[in-house]
């Protein structure tokens, strides 16, 4: 059982050497303890200082590529090193890695196929009270659009087993976790929170300009990544006023229409009704229709996304074998090599 921490930065060279102290090397159930940092264009002595404490493993962008692809870079590379549980932590030292038994242990115990820290917004010192309350909102909203019952839902110390490993495809350009925590629930993994402590953050953060741009670009996040695993329902959703007023409306036409039939002079027209009710009901139906079109091009994506999926594990086995035949190729050039030894000597 191989457990690989990754690691995604960008100049963090005061910090990374702390992050890489308390990665603990030995844990119950695990093999090996491996640290794969993801170089995302640094500019300092980032890379330099991890290599020196103990990193074992470094993938670099050749240009700042974001949080979201340096964490799919990570994933991808983390199964090809052969891992069967990826552990995702930031280096700013936010999570203490301490904690890494704890959040793998529902993984080892088979119980989970991902395993989210909880940061405790709510009582957690570190966050001043906007922050708690944005994520609070925020969090309960990515709990509706998932499907799912986790409390911090931005939280980036995460553990993925090497299945859940396999499906996840980040295709936003801004951050993986709301993504990533929608995708997992609309594919029916099973998710675990753990209750974790965190350390103070002496930086601001890279990821955005302010709570206002974190909002704007996560609420973004979260329309595109639930429209496109939910489109009829997301299109229902946007149809369903439209059908409503034009229903209204109709009704009070066809209501005119009767009273002038059966009262002689009556005093209200209906003809604005009429064109106001065909028009919303027309645009509720084309947005409808849209739906249904969305509906059945999401079928191809799940099927896509299902190829893909077997391609990765094909993969993913090739290489495993590969390193199977090399592990015993070297093994019998060793016994080979110590025979020839002993023939020599006698």
């Not at 603990?24 to 995302?40: M, N, Q």
């Not at 009710?277 to 229709?289: C, K, R, V």
Request: hydrophobic letters at 40%; charged letters at 20%.
């Amino acid at each position: 059982m191989k457990l690989i921490v990754q690691i995604p930065v960008l100049n963090e060279a005061e910090s990374i050497a702390r992050v890489l102290a308390d990665i603990p090397r030995d844990i119950p159930g695990v093999d090996s303890v491996e640290v794969l940092i993801i170089d995302d264009g640094c500019t300092d002595d980032t890379i330099a200082v991890a290599l020196a404490h103990g990193a074992d493993h470094v993938v670099r962008h050749t240009s700042r590529k974001g949080l979201a692809t340096a964490y799919q870079t990570g994933i991808d590379t983390a199964l090809r090193l052969g891992a069967d549980i990826i552990v995702n932590t930031d280096g700013d030292n936010q999570y203490p890695g301490y904690e890494i038994p704890r959040l793998v242990a529902p993984i080892l115990a088979g119980q989970a196929d991902m395993v989210i820290g909880d940061r405790q917004i709510e009582n957690n010192a570190h966050f001043p009270p906007l922050k708690k309350t944005l994520q609070v909102i925020g969090s309960g909203v990515v709990r509706w659009a998932s499907g799912t019952n986790v409390p911090d839902t931005v939280s980036g110390f995460r553990a993925l087993s090497r299945e859940a490993a396999l499906r996840t495809f980040v295709t936003s350009d801004f951050s993986y976790t709301v993504e990533n925590l929608i995708q997992a629930g609309k594919r029916r993994l099973t998710i675990q929170t753990v209750p974790i402590a965190t350390n103070p953050v002496r930086r601001a953060s890279r990821l955005h300009t302010g709570n206002w741009n974190f909002i704007k670009r996560q609420a973004s996040t979260i329309v595109r990544t639930y429209t496109a695993y939910e489109p009829l329902r997301t299109f229902t959703y946007i149809a369903l006023p439209f059908l409503i007023t034009g229903v209204i409306f109709l009704g009070r036409a066809l209501y005119v229409y009767v009273m002038r039939q059966l009262v002689n002079n009556f005093p209200q027209d209906n003809a604005q009704s009429l064109a106001v009710g065909s028009t919303a009901l027309i645009l509720g139906f084309i947005i409808f229709l849209i739906g249904l079109l969305a509906d059945r091009i999401g079928g191809t994506r799940r099927l896509i996304e299902e190829v893909l999926y077997r391609v990765r594990s094909q993969e993913i086995d090739d290489l495993a074998w590969r390193r199977e035949v090399r592990t015993r190729l070297d093994q019998i050039e060793q016994k080979l090599a110590e025979e020839r030894e002993l023939r020599t000597e006698n």
